[in-house]
């Protein structure tokens, strides 16, 4: 499992640095979709092997791995985007604060 995504990552760092005609803001951003996914999916796994022994645990690290894998699926739409309609990724990312807020609660 962590070879896989070791490779998925490597993948991605490397596709994103060899295209020539990418702005150094592009390649900023596709850094920050790589660690947010890879973060996503980290906390996820270790929520599901957590979930029959420390239920709450899970439950806090599911909720921080879905929001950290939303973030980066929305930086990756802001990768296509405009650089003057990257406000709309900045306020689609707002409510996942809220759902994490959320998540810390009893």
Known sequence: ???TVAAQTSTSVIAAFNFDGQSSSTKALLVCVVVSNLVGYL????????IERRPQIARVLGGIGS?????????MIATFLPSYLVWIVGLACVPLFFVLSLTFMP
């Open 67 to 75: 929001a950290a894998a939303t973030m980066g699926f929305l930086l």
């Open 43 to 50: 906390c996820c796994i270790t929520a599901i092997m957590l």
């Open 1 to 3: 499992m962590s070879i």
